[in-house]
């Protein structure tokens, strides 16, 4: 009953940060953007305790650092700190992703994402200016935890995985539209995405904890 009543909780909060996004009313997106992700830290601690596991741990230490993420990314001039924040939190999901079946070695998948995350750079390159660096090791890291996460599926089929690849690549999608609107085009549409794809990925790894533990 806790996991429903947070759950619902998280799509309501998720729901008035956007519109309070949308509406660009920072006061208000400043309390519910950051609330969103507390809520499903809340949920990770919640799982823990009940279906404990070294990944659902892992899933709350990295899922503090998205909340710094979040809380720096409220005002774009501490967009590098943002991306610090958010940079170790993928590690810490990528090492959560490891300690179930162990470091994946499948090389296929991690040409194709590298191909894919070449080629969007590419179109990123020539606005990045003095962030390429940083956001080359960005799409490095972000790609090496989608590459493990579909490791876990070609280990175990298991529908918990299925979904975990999903929202791997939900990460992916926002930090893509979020590099997009921030470096090439902004438009208008690109906090609904980034912030949908975000909390839609986060909560995903979260519950993953919960089956994950009953293995």
């Known amino acids: 009953m806790t996991l429903i009543i947070l759950s619902i909780a998280i799509l309501i909060s998720a729901i008035i940060a956007i519109f309070y996004r949308q509406k660009q009313n920072n006061k208000m997106f400043s309390v519910f953007k950051p609330l969103t992700t507390i809520l499903i ?8 305790q009940e279906s404990a596991s070294t990944y659902s741990q892992l899933m709350i230490a990295s ?12 005002n774009k001039k501490y967009f590098l700190q943002g991306l610090t924040s958010f940079l170790i939190a993928h590690i810490g999901f990528t090492i959560g992703f490891t300690s179930v079946f162990g470091f994946s070695w499948e090389w296929l998948p991690l040409i194709f994402l590298l191909l894919v995350g070449g080629v969007y750079f590419n179109v990123l390159r020539k606005h ?10 960005y799409i490095v890291v972000i790609l090496i935890m989608n590459w493990q996460a ?22 992916t999608f926002s930090d893509a539209v979020l590099a997009y609107d921030m470096f090439k085009k902004p438009f208008r549409m690109a906090e609904i995405l980034i912030l949908s794809s975000y909390w839609m990925a986060i909560y995903i790894f979260t519950l993953a904890g919960w089956f994950i533990g009953l293995k």
Do not use: E, W
Request: proline share 2%; charged share 5%.
């Open 41 to 48: 830290i809340a949920l990770a601690v919640v799982i823990h």
């Open 63 to 74: 899922l503090f650092f998205a909340l710094i993420g979040d809380i720096f990314l409220i």
């Open 128 to 137: 990045l200016f003095k962030m390429t660096i940083p956001v080359i090791v």
């Open 150 to 171: 579909i490791g876990l599926l070609l280990l175990d089929q298991s529908l918990v995985f299925m979904v975990l690849v999903l929202g791997s690549l939900s990460f």
